[in-house]
């Protein structure tokens, strides 16, 4: 599966951006989704994540009640919803699926992915 991400950009501190994930390919198979992102000279760090089936969702503490991911399957699209942004929040963006026969589970580590997009930057200012 192909995953290209879009929807970044810059933004003043307390707006909001919604990032995109669309996948392509074999989509027909079971896909848990997951948003991460990476500062400069800092790891990549899990921001959001969505199981396949029942559509668990799991949040950085960093992002909670200030992040949303969903999806639309209809469209094989994950989005981001980002809102409240703060200058901390500037890094690059990725999306993320590993495919999964375990409904439920929120992946949250970056070596329980096997597909990844290319990125997306966001920059907020202060």
């Known amino acids: 599966v192909q995953l290209q991400a879009s929807g970044g950009g810059l933004v003043q501190a307390g707006g909001s951006l919604r990032l995109s994930c669309a996948a392509s390919?074999?989509?027909?198979?079971?896909?848990?989704m997951g948003w991460f992102r990476q500062a400069p000279g800092k790891e990549r760090e899990f921001v959001a994540g969505?199981?396949?089936?029942?559509?668990?969702?799991n949040y950085a503490d960093s992002v909670k009640g200030r992040f949303t991911i969903s999806r639309d399957n209809a469209k094989n699209t994950v989005y981001l919803q980002m809102n409240s942004l703060k200058p901390e929040d500037t890094a690059v963006y990725f999306c993320?699926?590993?495919?999964?026969?375990?409904?439920?589970?929120?992946?949250?580590?970056?070596?329980?992915?096997?597909?990844w997009g290319q990125g997306t930057p966001v920059t907020v200012s202060s």
């Open positions: 993320a699926a590993t495919s999964t026969r375990f409904p439920g589970i929120v992946r949250g580590r970056p070596n329980e992915y096997d597909y």
């Open positions: 390919g074999r989509t027909s198979s079971n896909y848990a």
């Open positions: 969505m199981s396949w089936g029942l559509d668990n969702k």
